[in-house]
T-cell receptor
């Protein structure tokens, strides 16, 4: 079963614009992660936000987490053609008393950035 | 640091045949995952290991799929017999103490 649901399914923007992707999930989590996948390639980890954090930045990426609404958003500022890829959110819910948990992905958002 | 290694990269087999995929995770990563990704969908977790123990295999079709992780390092995923709907990319990933996962390039399986 898929835990996260991304919205929109596809997003098309011009270079220089900002891109916002949203993720909703169903159960309590320990952390939420965002990944990028270029066509035909493996996934690349972008950023991890823990359940007690509300916002995190990494370069041009900004992630927010609202545990009361069970939702997260990924903002890519000043987008580039090279940002064209599929973006997935993934949730982790740790097994009791452990430092690891099941990593469950959503269906993803396809981002196209036009030069 | 070497990444997650997977082989083969591509495999074409006929239905009812068997196939095996191999994964070598990043050294020191106790958690290892196998995912199935069908075109246009997100990765679906098949099995997750912590060292050589299984954490979750609730979505592994156990009548045809099997996986093992001997000595808590390398892992193999086997399908026997394969069906047409098994055509997908099989991704292996590893992680350290709950941090972000590192993925291999995947094995693209086509069942004809």
């Amino acid at each position: 079963s898929q835990q996260g649901e991304e919205d929109p399914q596809a997003l098309s923007i011009q270079e220089g614009e900002n891109a916002t992707m949203n993720c909703s999930y169903k159960t309590s989590i320990n952390n939420l992660q965002w990944y990028r996948q270029n066509s035909g390639r493996g996934l690349v980890h972008l950023i991890l936000i823990r359940s007690n954090e509300r916002e995190k930045h990494s370069g041009r990426l900004r992630v927010t987490l609202d545990t009361s609404k069970k939702s997260s958003s990924l903002l890519i500022t000043a987008s580039r053609a090279a940002d064209t890829a599929s973006y997935f959110c993934a949730t982790v819910r740790n097994a009791g008393g452990t430092s690891y948990g099941k990593l469950t992905f959503g269906q993803g958002t396809i981002l196209t950035v036009h030069p | 640091e070497a990444g997650v290694a997977q082989s083969p990269r591509y495999k074409i087999i006929e239905k009812r045949q068997s196939v095996a995929f191999w994964c070598n995770p990043i050294s020191g990563h106790a958690t290892l995952y196998w995912y199935q990704q069908i075109l246009g969908q997100g990765p679906k977790l098949l099995i997750q290991f912590q060292n050589n123990g299984v954490v979750d295999d609730s979505q592994l079709p156990k009548d045809r799929f099997s996986a093992e992780r001997l000595k808590g390092v390398d892992s193999t995923l086997k399908i026997q017999p394969a069906k047409l709907e098994d055509s997908a990319v099989y991704l292996c990933a590893s992680s350290y103490r709950g941090r972000g996962a590192f993925f291999g390039q995947g094995t693209r399986l086509t069942v004809v």
